[in-house]
């Protein structure tokens, strides 16, 4: 269709299938049909073509919607989908189709699809974000008490509980909702009436277009408008941050899940087995979230490396951005899911977590505190004291709960030159993980009371993105609907 003009009408059957972007446009083509909807509706309005051809158009492409693409020659020769829907047009019209890409350019319509798709796909991302801190949140209530070491290094450092680490994952996915929340309002505007990259000298209204789409406003700049791809960088940086932290947790469960840690039993759907060890219980699906975050990294790698170097304005180049956005949100929105009934399906082994809190004095921290406040000393001294006994306490096989004050005192001699003289109850407490726990209620700390206060809160975060999630799809759907009756009203349906 757009042969015959400046080029010859020839094309060769291997670059028209290099060239053209039809097997990703099938992302795209609803949006592009109220596109074209909201744009021929606003050139009647702006009496910049008449109502009857308007309405003749209008009818065809309201007809196309209600069918759907797959009534559609998908050929490549026609390059893409806004060509392959002027073609059809024309097939059911004749030649009045032609007025629908009165002042505007495909340049200007695929950034406008595209947004519109990024604005679905952030929501549709948020729900299942709120879907695995959900889950987190509500197993994190079941948990409160469940005593486990916390790690640096992956070595044991203090005690902590698990419904305090699911808080300290819940709060990293909190994040990245925000994230793709803020992206939302930048991507939330119309790059339609920019034309190629110059606007148009029709009297269009481009308010009307971008009220018509749903859209927060317009994206002014025309050059702007159709040359700028940011919001899939933006996308993917931010995809990128959670693949991160999806990746995290993934390889934490299949940490905890070995004979080594024995802390946690993924449910069997979770698991494949070997095909030659008949004893093999595997996190396959698991490892696979692990390996497919990787790949939303390296899409988001090869987005930037795209737009880099491109000159203003409108490149071929931009078409190769649209698809990894597309797979980006596709992979994230799949391991989302998964990663939520793994979770929510998850064997705890409290027994395990907690034989493991002593085994390798995990709550010398403690001790240490106790001695500071006890004997007033600097918190240095307690340090090398108990540094020393956990030292000699190792050697000869003691375990924390038999430390005492008769050991403490011969180290403490050797060390400060004095006597501890501290009550062995109070000894015993100080090395007991669960007092250990208690006595953490500082602001974040994992003391039941302290988490069940965050608990709380982070619910009602919750509860505050799922509302604006809900004004949000409320504003694309009566957008729609408006834009429907629009075009009723002008075919006189
Ligand atoms: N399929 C093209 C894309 O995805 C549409 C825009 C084509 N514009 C152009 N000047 N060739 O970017």
Same mark, same amino acid.
């Given at each position: /269709?757009?042969?015959?003009?400046?080029?010859?009408?020839?094309? #060769?059957?291997?670059?028209?299938?290099?060239?053209?972007?039809?097997?990703?446009?099938?992302?795209?083509?609803?949006?592009?049909?109220?596109?074209?909807?909201?744009?021929?509706?606003?050139?009647?309005?702006?009496?910049?073509?008449?109502?009857?051809?308007?309405?003749?158009?209008?009818?065809?492409?309201?007809?196309?919607?209600?069918?759907?693409?797959?009534?559609?020659? =998908?050929?490549? $020769?026609?390059?893409?989908?806004?060509?392959?829907? !002027?073609?059809?047009?024309?097939?059911?019209?004749?030649?009045?189709?032609?007025?629908?890409?009165?002042?505007?350019?495909?340049?200007?319509?695929?950034?406008?699809?595209?947004?519109?798709?990024?604005?679905?796909?952030?929501? =549709?991302?948020? +729900? %299942?974000?709120?879907?695995?801190?959900?889950?987190?949140?509500?197993?994190?209530?079941?948990?409160?008490?469940?005593?486990?070491?916390?790690?640096?290094?992956?070595?044991?450092?203090?005690?902590?509980?698990?419904?305090?680490?699911?808080?300290?994952?819940?709060?990293?996915?909190?994040?990245?909702?925000?994230?793709?929340?803020?992206?939302?309002?930048?991507? %939330?505007?119309?790059?339609?009436?920019?034309?190629?990259?110059?606007?148009?000298?029709?009297?269009?209204?481009?308010?009307?277009?971008?009220?018509?789409?749903?859209?927060?406003?317009?994206?002014?700049?025309?050059?702007?408008?159709?040359?700028?791809?940011?919001?899939?960088? !933006?996308?993917?940086?931010?995809?990128?941050?959670?693949?991160?932290?999806?990746?995290?947790?993934?390889?934490?469960?299949?940490?905890?899940?070995?004979?080594?840690?024995?802390?946690?039993? =993924?449910?069997?759907?979770?698991?494949?087995?070997?095909?030659?060890?008949?004893?093999?219980?595997?996190? #396959?699906?698991?490892?696979?979230?692990?390996?497919? /975050?990787?790949?939303? +990294?390296?899409?988001?790698?090869?987005?930037?490396?795209?737009?880099?170097?491109?000159?203003?304005?409108?490149?071929? #180049?931009?078409?190769?951005?649209?698809?990894?956005?597309?797979?980006?949100?596709?992979?994230?929105?799949?391991?989302?899911?998964?990663?939520?009934?793994?979770?929510?399906?998850?064997?705890?082994?409290?027994?395990?977590?907690? !034989?493991?809190?002593?085994? %390798?004095?995990?709550?010398?921290? #403690?001790?240490?505190?106790?001695?500071?406040?006890?004997?007033?000393?600097?918190?240095?001294?307690?340090? $090398?004291?108990?540094?020393?006994?956990?030292?000699?306490?190792?050697?000869?096989?003691?375990?924390?709960?038999?430390?005492?004050?008769?050991?403490?005192?011969?180290?403490?001699?050797?060390?400060?030159?004095?006597?501890?003289? =501290?009550?062995?109850?109070? +000894?015993?407490?100080?090395?007991?993980?669960?007092?250990?726990?208690?006595?953490?209620?500082?602001?974040?700390?994992?003391?039941?009371?302290?988490?069940?206060? /965050?608990?709380?809160?982070?619910?009602?975060?919750?509860?505050?993105?799922?509302?604006?999630?809900?004004?949000?799809?409320?504003?694309?759907?009566?957008?729609?609907?408006?834009?429907?009756?629009?075009?009723?009203?002008?075919?006189?349906?």
């Amino acid at each position: /269709m757009l042969r015959g003009g400046r080029l010859g009408e020839e094309i #060769d059957d291997q670059v028209a299938k290099f060239t053209s972007s039809l097997v990703f446009d099938k992302e795209i083509f609803e949006y592009d049909l109220l596109n074209d909807m909201a744009h021929v509706v606003m050139l009647s309005e702006q009496n910049i073509i008449d109502q009857k051809d308007a309405s003749e158009i209008l009818r065809e492409l309201k007809n196309l919607l209600e069918a759907g693409i797959d009534n559609l020659n =998908l050929d490549p $020769k026609k390059d893409d989908i806004h060509i392959v829907i !002027e073609d059809h047009l024309s097939s059911k019209i004749g030649e009045v189709s032609g007025k629908m890409h009165t002042a505007r350019s495909r340049n200007d319509q695929v950034a406008c699809d595209l947004r519109m798709l990024a604005r679905d796909q952030i929501n =549709l991302t948020i +729900i %299942n974000l709120l879907g695995l801190a959900e889950t987190l949140l509500s197993k994190s209530n079941e948990n409160i008490e469940t005593i486990m070491p916390g790690y640096t290094h992956l070595q044991h450092a203090q005690p902590t509980t698990l419904a305090h680490h699911y808080l300290a994952y819940s709060d990293a996915l909190l994040r990245c909702t925000d994230r793709l929340e803020e992206a939302y309002h930048r991507i %939330n505007h119309s790059p339609l009436g920019a034309g190629a990259l110059s606007t148009t000298t029709f009297n269009i209204d481009r308010d009307r277009t971008a009220e018509l789409l749903g859209f927060d406003g317009v994206l002014e700049n025309s050059e702007d408008a159709v040359g700028s791809r940011d919001f899939i960088v !933006e996308i993917l940086s931010d995809l990128s941050i959670l693949a991160v932290e999806i990746s995290r947790i993934a390889e934490e469960l299949i940490l905890w899940s070995t004979f080594e840690f024995g802390m946690i039993e =993924l449910d069997d759907r979770f698991a494949s087995t070997s095909s030659i060890m008949p004893q093999k219980k595997n996190p #396959d699906m698991i490892e696979l979230i692990r390996a497919k /975050m990787a790949k939303i +990294i390296g899409l988001s790698g090869t987005a930037v490396g795209i737009l880099k170097s491109l000159p203003y304005t409108y490149n071929r #180049d931009l078409q190769e951005l649209s698809p990894l956005m597309v797979e980006s949100f596709d992979i994230v929105n799949d391991s989302l899911l998964v990663m939520a009934s793994a979770i929510e399906s998850l064997k705890i082994n409290k027994d395990r977590m907690r !034989e493991l809190c002593d085994a %390798n004095f995990s709550q010398a921290t #403690d001790l240490a505190d106790l001695i500071v406040k006890e004997n007033n000393l600097p918190f240095r001294t307690a340090y $090398k004291i108990v540094g020393k006994t956990v030292s000699e306490a190792l050697e000869s096989g003691i375990k924390p709960d038999k430390i005492d004050s008769k050991m403490l005192d011969r180290v403490a001699k050797d060390i400060s030159g004095k006597d501890l003289a =501290l009550d062995d109850e109070k +000894i015993k407490t100080a090395l007991d993980p669960q007092e250990s726990i208690k006595t953490r209620s500082i602001q974040g700390g994992p003391a039941p009371v302290e988490v069940t206060r /965050m608990l709380d809160n982070r619910k009602n975060k919750v509860k505050t993105i799922k509302s604006k999630l809900d004004e949000r799809a409320e504003k694309i759907k009566t957008s729609k609907d408006s834009l429907i009756k629009s075009v009723l009203q002008i075919i006189g349906e």
